[in-house]
């Protein structure tokens, strides 16, 4: 299977910053990974999809790039309701595999 | 309203059975590929079960393959997951996900809890 290493696992950053987190797959996936958020007691969110593109009604400040093994979620300027638990899944092959999880708090 | 109603979980025994029921309404269900993904508690995603529209592909993780069956009736709008040989592990939230033709997990269910403990 497909292993996919996200990091950092956790990270704390302020209203406005810029934040990065990086997704590794063990093997080349092309740009079929996504980009999900999840807030306690909810179901996940899909933010980006195909790597790098914006799942309806979903915030500009969000953004993907990355293709083949390595991939990144850029949140340009942190807004309060951003602070959760985000996730990338390749959709390359099965099984599918999630990132560990990165979980964005707030400083 | 596109919607995704998961139920069957239940308490159950290590060794013991149990199935998963999805209903689903509000698009074309026979279209679309379906997950299921689960969450223990406190831990992250784990994608568990994979079905194709017409049940022709079919994909397990590596920890439930051979113990669990993904299946669907399309004629019933309804996705199942077929639970056996359960263990303390498999202990989770279970959701029910739409695919959108390779475009990402769009719609997902509220989950439903199975426990294995003796």
């Known amino acids: 299977a497909i292993q996919m290493t996200q990091s950092p696992s956790s990270l704390s950053a302020s209203v406005g910053d810029r934040v990065t987190i990086i997704c590794r797959a063990s093997?080349?996936?092309?740009?079929?990974l996504g980009w999900y958020q999840q807030k306690p007691g909810e179901a996940p969110k899909l933010l980006i999809y195909g790597a790098s593109t914006l799942q309806s009604g979903v915030p500009s400040r969000f953004s993907g790039t990355g293709s083949g093994t390595d991939f990144s979620l850029t949140i340009s300027r942190l807004q309060p309701e951003d602070f959760a638990t985000y996730y990338c899944l390749q959709n390359n092959i099965f099984p599918y595999t999630f990132g560990q999880g990165t979980k964005l708090e707030i400083k | 309203e596109v919607q995704l109603l998961e139920s069957g979980g239940a308490l159950v025994q290590p060794g013991g059975s149990l199935r998963l029921s999805c209903a689903a309404s509000?698009?074309?269900?026979?279209?679309?590929?379906m997950h299921w993904v689960r969450q223990a508690p406190g831990r992250g995603l784990q994608w568990v079960s994979g079905i194709g529209g017409k049940s022709g592909v079919i994909g397990y993780a590596d920890s439930v393959q051979g113990r669990f069956a993904i299946a669907r009736d399309n004629d019933k709008n309804s996705l199942f997951l077929q639970m056996s040989s359960l263990r303390v592990e498999d202990t989770a939230l279970y959701y029910c996900?739409?695919?959108?033709?390779?475009?990402?997990?769009?719609?997902w269910g509220q989950g439903t809890t199975v426990i294995v403990s003796s």
């Open positions: 996900v739409r695919d959108n033709h390779g475009d990402g997990m769009d719609v």
């Open positions: 093997q080349a996936i092309r740009n079929d």
């Open positions: 509000g698009f074309s269900f026979n279209h679309y590929l």
